[in-house]
Structures are given as C-alpha cells and as structure tokens.
C-alpha cells in the first residue's frame, strides 16, 4: 500500500502552460497516468508528449513514449470524459484559488497545488470552500506527491525515489530531496513522498499526513521535515506522542532565522516569539521523534528511530 | 510589507474607521504649517508630533543625537500659549527629530533614520485598548484579537495574562458577524455609544484586512475618548507581498529607505536574501535548504552571513547578481554553494557559478556541493573552469570545508 496517490490514480493538469507542461512530461516519463490537462484557451485541442522513458518510475514499460493528451475548457468536463480523480495545479498565483475551487466542484479526490505565490486571502477562502468536502487538497507551494514505481504528482526529481518503507512529510521541496535521497541510499526507500509546502494556509497539514502513515501497512517509520514559523509541528509532535506507534525521526530548518524575517517560504517567520525552531524541537524530541542535528543526518536518525 | 503609521490611517480614513486628524511632514517647515490647522480643526490645542519609521516602541524610544527626544512627542504649549507657542515647540523638537536617528527596542541598536513625521490632534484619552487583525494559520482564517490591555506589549499581555486576550475568528464568508462584534464589545467592558463605536469599527477592521491583503493590522492602543468615540491612536499595518499586484495604490506606498539595500536588490533580481552578522556566504536554492545550510554552517562552528535562495529555476544571470551581494559583504570570508538539483539542473548552476565568478571575481575561498539532476555534468564543468572550488559530498561536508578554508 501507500498513501494518497497509487497505480491507479488518473491525473488532470490544471494549467498547461510552459511550467505545466514540462512537469507533465516528466511525469508521463515517470509513467503517472496522466489523462487529460483543463486549460480553457486551448480546449478541444490535444497536447503531445513524447520521448524516452523513465525507468527510475513505474517498471515494465517500453522505451520510449508518445502520447496525446486531451485538453478541456474545464475540469468538470475533463472528469466526465476521462474519470480523472486526481488533480495538479500549475496555475499562475492570481487564479490558481480559484482553480483549485473548480477541482474541488467536480468532485475529485486529491487536489495538488504546485503554484507558489497565491495571496494568503485567496487561499483561506479556498479553505473554507473545501469545508464538508471530500476532497483532499495538498500544498499549495509544494514539490507534490509521489509513490514511487506509481504515480508521481508535481516536480520532484523521480530518479532519486526508491520504493520501500519509509513515510515522508515535508514543507520544504529541497529538504524533501535530502532526506529522500538519504532513505534511497541507506535502502530504506519510501512508501510515499509528501510535500505539504510552504505557505501559511495550506490543504494538509503533518498531523494529516503522520495519520495516514500510521494506518498504512507498508510504512514502517515516517520523516517529517518542518520549519519555523506557526505551530503544526508542535501539534504534529502531540499526534506522535499520543496516538502514533510507528517511530518517527524529523528535522527543523531555521534555528539561526532572525526574528521577524520571512525566510524565503511565506510561512517561514518567527512572530512575537512563536514558531522558533527550538521550540518545535523541544516539543518533538519531548514526542520521542529523533531530531537529526543536520540535514546530512536525517537519514540515520530514520535508522536510529527504527531500532 | 510594510507602511508607516501616517499611510495606515489614510488607509483607514478612507473606509470610514476614526483616526485623529494629522499631517505628514518631511520638512521642519512642513511640520510647523501642519500645526495651526490642526488646532483650528480639532478645537484642541494639544498636538502630537511623531517619528515616522516601520518600526514599533517608538514612545519609549530615543534619538541617538538627542538622547532626550522620544520618537512620539505631546505638545502642549499650546494650551497656555497659544497656536504660536505650540509652533515654536514644533520647530524646535523637529528640527533634532528630522535626519536623526531613532532607536527603540524594535530597530536594534543601530536604530532608524527619520526622515518624516506626523503631527496630530491630541485626543481626550478615557481608556487605552488593544486590537489587531491577523492570520490565525491553525484556523487557517484571520482572527480578531483584542484587550483590555492597551499600550502594553501584547506579546507580554499573552504570556502574562492570557485570558486578558480575546479573539474571534473571522469566517470569510460572512465577515466579522455582529455577535462576535457585541462578545468583544462586551469582553472589553464596553457599554452605550463607546460599544456601539466599537461594533461598528471592528467589523470595518475586519472588512479591510480581507479586502486590501493585509497579514497584520495592530492598533494599539485603540482609545476611547470621553464622550464614548473609539478612535486609532496607532495604526500599524503590513501586507500580504504575494497580493500587491491587485493594489496597485499600496504597493506605490513602498518606502524603499526603510529596506536594507542589498535585500532590495536581491528582491529587484527575483532572489530572496536576508543579511545576516556572519562570515560564510550561502547560496542555496530552496528556502527550506537555504535555512538548513545556515544551521549547518552554525552547527560546525560558523556564523552564516546570508539567507539566499536562488529559487527552483535561477538563471546564470541571477546566480550572477547572487555573487554579487554576497561578495559586497565586507565580512564575507568564505562561500559555500548548496544546491540540490530537482527542476533546477546542475549543470546549469554550474556554468551560472563559473560565469559568476569570472564576472564579478573571486577573493574569498568557494566550496560547492552539487547533487540531484544532472550533477556529473555539472562537477565536470566545475572542474574544467580552472576556478579555485573546492567541491563537498555533503551538506555537512561542504560546511565543515568552508569553515576551514575560511579560518
């Protein structure tokens, strides 16, 4: 098993522009299955993918590639005419909301948003649209979702992902890398990769993601990478004490953040002294996770956790 | 980002919430011929002369010139003397207050230049509340949050005597509702017209941080006057930088002189630096490893000079204009390039880094540590470049190198 995405997980792109349109590439070469992309100026035409696979991805399949991808003027359509159930959403910050209300309205399961840079305000109407919903979203300003040898949703690098054991949470993309990279090495791999990203209001949150884990047979220990800024690894730390049997090994970027600047991510600040790096440690190390000092360390924390 | 208290409570005029009257004034003179107006105007022949600069504490503040001028100044030589002698007072505090450099507990010790200021009506002061408007990220939704506490620091307030602190949460569908309006109102021990003015003010508060993109509006003290009017005595207000573009009128209130340069040109280039008080130069790309690269740096022993991410998809020109800030650090002794190639490929950082360094020069040691997509070809033009790199297997590797390199 895994969680979130899976062999048959049908993925539309929300936005196919220059961005859109590279990763979608990269992930037919990964071997997702990509079936439809919704961008409304170019409906009723077909994209075209082709091009030597990626045998780091789902085994078993030819060299070489070539797809048409069917476009849609709109993602209700693109469901009905495809079974889509998952979405990843490349569009530009000032509509990307929005179109992430628009996979909400369709039904689909699972809605990743890649986009960085949506104001706060779209996404916490986006949020309270979401309310009583079914749908999953992940991100925005995430790396996105992958099961190796599966599906792999957004624009993470799929050579370095080995299938095997080990969750992953995280809300940098580049930290995510380090300590995928880490637990392909050691031969630990992963069960699934999630990026939950960088901004202050987003879809899933760690404790989310630690509960899906937890549940799933395959995952035998999870990473969790965080960073300063708001309290969710602190609640994350309280889900693992109480509720989690499986180890858990973490790390948290930005103990030497000065106060009050915003560290690259929008949710990366330390404000009126909350959302310090030391206090998430605290909390985490108090949860019984092993912190790595580094992120070089990460994954031999995940050895250490497992015992 | 950031404004400066006179353009918040433009803001705020302009969508009904009560602020004094008052006047910017870049000049001495400009500050004086705010004066009369004012008194004529408000009836009240106390005005208030203040420091503008984004930073808080001014009250308490001092001018490191004129270390007895505070950065908010009551005049009240008016009452006795007149309009004239209310002037006069004027003249001579702005006069030491303009080109001088204010330090209060939030500018650090090397403090702020001012540059202007704001005269004000003095208000009748009955009571001094506390009020903001911010994102609570739990809730994923802005809060409400008040006291009764005004004046005081409200991180203080909220160690000390949370349950002095009220909230209400926003529900961006429907606004602030006129219940949580009236459980303020009553948490604050407001009654008659000062709870009805209340009501009225906070629901607009609420209304503007949600239509103009704000991440925080802090307005402390909130003061209620004698005859029950509920008026912005401070108003503090920053912005949501990923909204800008849909207020252009905001984004045009920028004051580039409160930034430290070489964050500004970092921003014009499209990269997100921060100067730190180090000595090893970072250039990362990721904000989650640019941050970790620091720590590391600390964690073996160093002081990191810099936060830089370069992004997902730096082009040579930026990684360029990186070397070039971080090089104009004189405390600069050693470089360290961090990258880890997703989207981002290392070959094509690598030729950005070469390119850099025979454009802009090289008189600090560089360890660079490639991985991810394309890093073979990337370590080889490295190599073939004839550049002093040093090259690193590991975050920690490669922050150890520099450390010693730098030494």
């Keep these: ?307 | 980002m950031k404004i400066h208290e006179h353009q918040a409570k433009q803001l705020m005029a302009a969508r009904g919430i009560p602020v004094p009257l008052g006047r910017v004034a870049r000049s001495v003179d400009e500050a004086v011929a705010a004066v009369r107006p004012l008194i004529e105007e408000s009836g009240n022949p106390v005005v208030v002369l203040k420091a503008q600069i984004h930073a808080g504490g001014r009250g308490k503040g001092t001018f490191r010139e004129h270390p007895d001028v505070r950065g908010v100044n009551v005049i009240t030589g008016g009452i006795e003397g007149g309009p004239s002698a209310a002037e006069e007072e004027v003249r001579e505090l702005a006069q030491q207050m303009l080109g001088s450099t204010l330090v209060t507990i939030q500018t650090g010790d090397e403090g702020k230049k001012v540059s202007r200021l704001y005269v004000e009506q003095g208000i009748d002061i009955a009571r001094e509340l506390y009020l903001a408007v911010l994102l609570d990220r739990a809730a994923s939704r802005n809060i409400v949050m008040a006291s009764t506490e005004g004046g005081m620091e409200i991180e203080k307030v909220a160690d000390e005597t949370p349950e002095k602190i009220l909230r209400a949460e926003i529900d961006p569908a429907i606004g602030l509702a006129a219940f949580q309006a009236n459980e303020l109102a009553h948490g604050l021990e407001l009654d008659g017209e000062a709870a009805k003015n209340f009501g009225r003010f906070v629901k607009a508060l609420a209304d503007a941080a949600m239509e103009l993109d704000t991440d925080l509006i802090e307005i402390n003290p909130l003061v209620v006057t004698g005859d029950g009017h509920v008026i912005a005595l401070d108003g503090k207000m920053s912005f949501d930088d990923n909204a800008l573009y849909r207020h252009p009128d905001i984004a045009d209130m920028r004051d580039e002189t409160e930034e430290d340069p070489s964050e500004l040109a970092a921003k014009n280039a499209g990269l997100n630096y921060i100067k730190l008080d180090g000595t090893i130069g970072c250039l990362v790309n990721g904000a989650g490893l640019a941050m970790a690269t620091m720590d590391t740096i600390k964690q073996v022993g160093g002081e990191p000079a810099n936060f830089l991410d370069v992004g997902g998809g730096a082009t040579a020109d930026q990684v360029t204009t990186a070397f070039q800030i971080i090089t104009k650090d004189p405390n600069v002794k050693g470089i360290f390039v961090n990258i880890f190639g997703g989207i981002m490929q290392c070959d094509v950082i690598a030729t950005g880094i070469v390119e850099a360094v025979e454009r802009v020069g090289l008189e600090v040691p560089l360890v660079v540590r490639l991985e991810g997509t394309n890093v073979q070809e990337g370590k080889t033009i490295i190599e073939e470049s004839g550049l002093e790199v040093t090259n690193a297997d590991s975050l920690r590797d490669g922050a150890e190198k520099i450390l010693e390199l730098s030494a």
């Design chain 1, 1 to 307: 098993m895994s969680v979130l995405v899976d062999k048959n997980t049908r993925v539309l792109v929300q936005g196919l522009g220059k961005t859109g349109e590279f990763h979608t590439d990269k992930a037919i070469a990964y071997g997702t299955e990509m079936v439809a992309a919704v961008h409304p100026s170019r409906a009723g035409a077909e994209a075209h993918f082709e091009g030597e696979t990626d045998h780091s991805g789902v085994p078993g399949r030819d060299d070489t590639y070539s797809v048409e991808l069917p476009i849609y003027a709109t993602v209700k359509e693109a469901v009905a005419e495809t079974g889509a159930t998952a979405s990843v959403v490349y569009v530009p910050p000032p509509f990307a909301a929005d179109a992430i209300m628009e996979s909400v309205a369709a039904g689909l399961e699972l809605v990743v948003a890649i986009t960085e840079g949506i104001p706060v305000a779209d996404m916490i109407r986006a949020k309270r649209y979401l309310q009583g919903t079914a749908t999953r979203l992940v991100g925005p300003n995430c790396p996105g979702v992958i099961t190796p040898n599966e599906c792999k949703i957004g624009i993470m690098p799929g050579y370095i992902h080995q299938r095997g054991k080990i969750g992953v949470v995280s809300r940098s993309g580049t930290l995510t890398y380090e300590a995928v990279h880490q637990l392909t090495l050691l031969e630990l791999g992963q069960t699934t990769a999630i990026g939950i990203g960088g901004d202050p209001v987003n879809g899933t949150n760690f404790v989310d993601c630690l509960r899906m884990f937890q549940d799933d047979d395959e995952t035998e220990g999870v990473v969790m990478i965080g960073e300063i800024g708001g309290t969710a690894e602190e609640e994350a730390a309280e889900y693992v004490k109480t509720e989690m049997t499986k180890p858990v090994a973490g790390f948290i970027a930005g103990t030497t953040a000065p106060p009050g600047k915003r560290m690259g991510h929008a949710g990366a600040i330390v404000s009126g002294g909350k959302g310090t790096a030391e206090a998430k440690i605290a909390a985490m190390k108090s949860a019984g996770i092993i912190v790595a000092q580094t992120p070089s360390d990460m994954g031999e924390a995940m050895v250490r956790a497992l015992g």
